[in-house]
């Protein structure tokens, strides 16, 4: 008999007095050891009492627990169980907020172009070291909708390159991202989520997102897409793996070959095995593997003693696409520098 199954044994006899004795003396006890001996004694002089609880009935209420009480990473980051939930329009975090000071791009877009616009004009005297600030908020609209636990969110992320360290053009902001989206999440109950080699099968999402960076031509860039997703767990691993349909919008279009670059497919693998985490996400179309990009993002926590407080933060980039218009052009950037808040 483990602690568990005899508190749950007792907790199901908790309206007779024989179970409320015991219980609470065990409660008492400040040794680990001691305790879950007077629990599995307090248990055997129930099953010989006039009250009994089947084996069968504490399986029950075991399973039942575990269910309860083993939320995930991912339950709680998009409130898949009944316990995870907070109700509608509560601010949190969505994707990493990081302010990175020091930023190195190895080739900087200098003349940004398309095949429906002209080349921008080029300044020279951009500097290869920037800052990079990403902020990324997101609330959930509306709870249960359509399907059991299944919740509307609402989200905004917004992304700049800034040349901080160009003070002899006022230090401007060379590149700025403003993506505002929907996402409805559905939950996967746990029978139907057990995949091979240990995985679950957490969520599937549904969503709209449009992305542009609210400059006029020829530096106009934009797109919308609709995004189907699923995500995976395993352990101190995740997985988030969408799929981009772009929407085509009649008339001029800023970037029509942006997905030929930037690719259609995301994959997202985080691990956080301790206080560090790590982050890999892989974009492509699958066409061809020398477009798309990857991207490294690893945290740790400033303070040993704070692992939930400021973090550094330090991001590796390769390929297309890291800002909108950047989309066509191929770079490997490096960041450093620390998380904002994550709540």
């Known amino acids: 008999m483990n602690k568990k199954k005899a508190i749950l044994g007792l907790a199901l006899l908790a309206g007779s007095a024989m179970a409320a004795e015991p219980l609470v003396g065990c409660a008492d006890e400040a040794d680990d050891r001691?305790?879950?001996?007077?629990?599995?004694?307090?248990?055997?002089r129930l099953k010989t009492g006039s009250e009994t609880v089947s084996d069968a009935q504490i399986d029950a209420?075991?399973?039942?627990?575990?269910?309860?009480?083993?939320?995930?990473?991912?339950?709680?980051?998009?409130e898949l169980g009944p316990a995870d939930k907070?109700?509608?329009?509560?601010?949190?975090?969505?994707?990493?907020n990081f302010l990175l000071p020091v930023h190195y791009t190895s080739n900087l877009n200098r003349t940004p172009h398309s095949p429906t616009q002209a080349v921008g004009t080029a300044n020279r005297d951009y500097r290869s070291v920037e800052a990079k600030l990403q902020i990324s908020l997101r609330a959930k609209v509306v709870e249960d909708l359509l399907l059991p636990g299944a919740d509307l969110w609402a989200a905004y992320t917004q992304r700049s390159l800034w040349q901080l360290w160009d003070s002899g053009d006022s230090s401007p902001f060379r590149s700025t991202d403003y993506q505002p989206e929907m996402i409805y999440v559905v939950p996967v109950p746990e029978r139907f989520g057990k995949l091979p080699l240990g995985w679950d099968l957490r969520m599937l999402q549904l969503g709209f997102a449009h992305?542009?960076?609210g400059q006029s031509d020829p530096l106009?860039?934009?797109?919308?897409?609709?995004?189907?997703?699923?995500?995976?767990?395993?352990?101190?691993?995740?997985l988030q793996i969408r799929d981009n349909?772009?929407?085509?919008?009649?008339?001029?279009?800023?970037?029509?070959?942006?997905?030929?670059?930037?690719g259609r497919t995301e994959f997202n693998m985080a691990w956080s095995p301790g206080t560090s985490t790590l982050g890999v996400t892989w974009r492509t179309g699958f066409k061809s593997l020398s477009r798309g990009s990857l991207q490294l993002d690893w945290t740790h926590p400033v303070f040993a003693d704070q692992p939930a407080g400021l973090r550094w933060y330090v991001q590796l980039?390769?390929?297309?696409?890291?800002?909108?218009?950047?989309?066509?052009?191929?770079?490997?950037?490096?960041?450093?520098?620390?998380?904002?808040?994550?709540?």
């Not at 001691?34 to 307090?42: E, M, P, S, T, W």
């Not at 209420?61 to 998009?78: F, G, N």
């Not at 907070?86 to 990493?96: A, E, I, K, S, W």
């Not at 349909?245 to 930037?262: A, C, S």
Request: glycine fraction near 8%; proline fraction near 2%; charge should be neutral.
């Open 34 to 44: 001691l305790r879950l001996a007077c629990y599995d004694n307090a248990y055997k």
């Open 61 to 78: 209420q075991v399973a039942t627990s575990d269910s309860q009480r083993d939320s995930s990473v991912m339950s709680k980051t998009w």
């Open 86 to 96: 907070r109700n509608t329009f509560v601010v949190r975090t969505y994707l990493p």
């Open 211 to 213: 992305q542009s960076n």
């Open 220 to 238: 106009s860039r934009s797109w919308n897409r609709i995004t189907l997703g699923a995500g995976l767990e395993h352990g101190d691993f995740s």
């Open 245 to 262: 349909q772009r929407i085509r919008v009649q008339g001029k279009d800023d970037n029509p070959d942006l997905v030929e670059y930037i």
């Open 317 to 343: 980039f390769h390929g297309y696409g890291e800002t909108l218009l950047d989309y066509n052009h191929r770079q490997t950037s490096l960041g450093l520098g620390l998380t904002l808040f994550q709540f």
